[in-house]
């Protein structure tokens, strides 16, 4: 059922934010797309921007130590993402990266059919469209039972912290259900608790 939901509000989302915008003239963003349309090519250009003087670098504290991970095996798909970046490369658009640092990309296939390029970053998942949750942690958070114990719901309270920048009012809706974690609280799930459960399982 889970699956079904989410599958039915990607829909939803990438129908509000792709082509089909230009066909509803009642969309307050539609004239703004209209406007802008030419804005976006369908054909990138095949060299970069002027230097505009502009450089960005991370400097690390002298001594610090990252993390480095061995690069895991990925689908058949990532001969897509292979392409994407050989075009931009040969176009010298970018270039081969010499830093330690790195995290897959990979295809996730849009309702179109087609696929839409997505970087996995700090448990967030990073596109075009913008920044949102893992849709696995979506479907665990949303098929969680009720809790049956401060452990349970200590356990739920921390993956919905993950996602609570994604609900509006979050801090008020987990009041009643923090007071659960109280040293000198009893464990007496009442229908405020559950209405504060049920409510954040919605709002997210």
Known sequence: MYEDVLKGFTEQRATRLGSEILKNPEDPVCPLVKELFDVASKHPPSQLPPDRGVRHEIDLVPGTKYCVTRQWPLPREQ??????FADKAKSGMVRESKSPHSTPTFCVRK????????????VCFVSR???????????TFAAWLTPRSQNHIRKWLDLANYLHKYSAGYAELARPLSGLLKMDADWIWEQQHQDAFDNIKASL
Do not use: H, M, Q, T
């Open 79 to 84: 001969c897509l993402p292979d392409a994407f």
């Open 111 to 122: 309702p179109n059919g087609k696929w839409r390029l997505e970087i996995k970053a700090l």
């Open 129 to 139: 469209v913008g920044v949102g949750s893992d849709p696995g942690k979506d479907i």
